[in-house]
């Protein structure tokens, strides 16, 4: 057979749709990869030869349906449910990370099926897999900064990975360049200004966001897709095993009780304040007591060349005034566990009037309760992607040439 030669069989229009919708659910959470779900439910082999075929301009009808429908429905998906996700991740952090935690390992029983029998370098292979990105997952931490043009295109070409390679969270990856939250909020507020025929917004977005972006996406899935044919088609099990092991090293990345790391806020302090310690005013709303885990990680950022100092709030929450008068003090603003109306959100992001930066912390504090609904939960999402993935039957070995 032919490298260009299409996958025989029908094609399975109901478990594209269902891949397609949950590989956009996704790329919206960090620490998941779209590329997991893709290859537990049985697609992975037929993915990559539409990608590798596409991007060489080798077209074929069948090619085209599958990376329309997949990339479509994700497309939908991810306008779709960007506010909703986004809500759940700042409300409910650690009940949506377990799921996902469950979600992801589902994939693996499907992966290790077609590596048994499993040599020494199948084993040797998950092992590297794993390290890289335990590695990943363990040394980097998210933090803050303001996206750039460049930024962003960097971004999107790394969060092409989350949609080819399984347990490469692209979302992980740019929440840990600190462009995640500022693209999220940047897909919602695109949707408001199409709701409103807003075509200065449209245009805003699309150009500072959506561009650079979109862009990286494009350069990093052709480079992507047609690697890891050359792998999958060369060496088959070995490339399968590093897969799984970059699938079980991810989900270290997630686990659902962490706190937010703070640890770049004394470069913005040093951006925006003058002299020798730096000021770095924050405005805490919802973190009452000295004590407190997020008082305390925002004090310890403290140094000898930035110097943190707690305004005083009247207010429970912040609120549109509130972004005015940090505005005038140069003051970050951190709420903790609180889902904020979109007028704050939009007046901390008005760069005509100077962007304030916002930085909502979700309430990811470990209690017996929630200790058992992270244990369901989990149990839930890998149920849920073993029974998905036998939609598949298992991933088909890769064309001959």
Do not use: C
Request: proline share 6%.
């Amino acid at each position: 057979m032919s490298e260009s030669t299409p996958p025989a069989g029908k094609l399975p229009i109901v478990r594209l749709t269902i891949t397609g919708i949950f590989m956009g659910l996704a790329n919206l959470v960090p620490g998941v990869s779209g590329g997991t779900m893709v290859l537990a439910l049985g697609l992975y082999q037929e993915f990559i030869d539409a990608m590798s075929s596409i991007s060489r301009l080798r077209l074929s009808m069948r090619h085209l349906t599958v990376l329309g429908m997949l990339f479509g429905l994700s497309f939908i998906t991810i306008l779709g449910f960007s506010s909703v996700i986004q809500y759940l991740m700042e409300m409910f952090k650690p009940g949506m990370l377990a799921l996902f935690i469950g979600m992801t390992l589902g994939g693996a029983p499907s992966l290790w099926k077609e590596l048994r029998p499993a040599g020494g370098s199948v084993v040797a292979s998950i092992a590297v897999g794993f390290v890289v990105m335990a590695t990943v997952a363990l040394l980097l931490k998210p933090g803050l900064v303001e996206p750039s043009w460049l930024l962003l295109f960097l971004g999107g070409i790394i969060a092409s990975s989350a949609m080819i390679l399984p347990g490469i969270s692209g979302s992980y990856m740019l929440l840990v360049m600190g462009i995640y939250l500022p693209i999220i909020a940047g897909v919602s507020a695109f949707k408001d200004a199409l709701k409103a025929a807003d075509v200065s917004a449209i245009m805003s977005i699309g150009l500072g966001i959506g561009v650079p972006v979109a862009l990286g996406l494009a350069i990093g899935i052709v480079g992507f897709s047609s690697l890891l044919k050359f792998m999958m088609e060369r060496y088959h099990k070995p490339t399968l095993g590093f897969l799984l092991g970059l699938l079980l090293g991810s989900v270290l990345g997630l686990y659902p009780f962490g706190q937010m790391s703070f640890d770049k806020l004394p470069r913005y302090a040093v951006t925006v304040a003058e002299g020798s310690p730096a000021v770095l005013n924050v405005m805490l709303f919802n973190a009452k007591g000295d004590d407190h885990p997020v008082r305390q990680s925002v004090q310890a950022v403290g140094s000898e060349k930035v110097k943190v100092v707690f305004l005083p709030t009247i207010e429970q929450e912040p609120s549109v005034s509130t972004i005015e008068a940090a505005r005038l003090s140069k003051a970050v603003v951190i709420a903790y566990d609180q889902n904020l109306p979109r007028e704050v959100r939009r007046a901390a992001a008005d760069k005509k009037a100077g962007k304030v930066e916002l930085i909502l912390v979700p309430n990811s504090e470990f209690s017996p309760l929630k200790g058992v609904l992270v244990v369901v939960l989990a149990i839930v999402g890998f149920v849920l992607t073993v029974l998905l993935g036998r939609l598949g039957g298992g991933e088909k070995k890769p064309t001959e040439a």
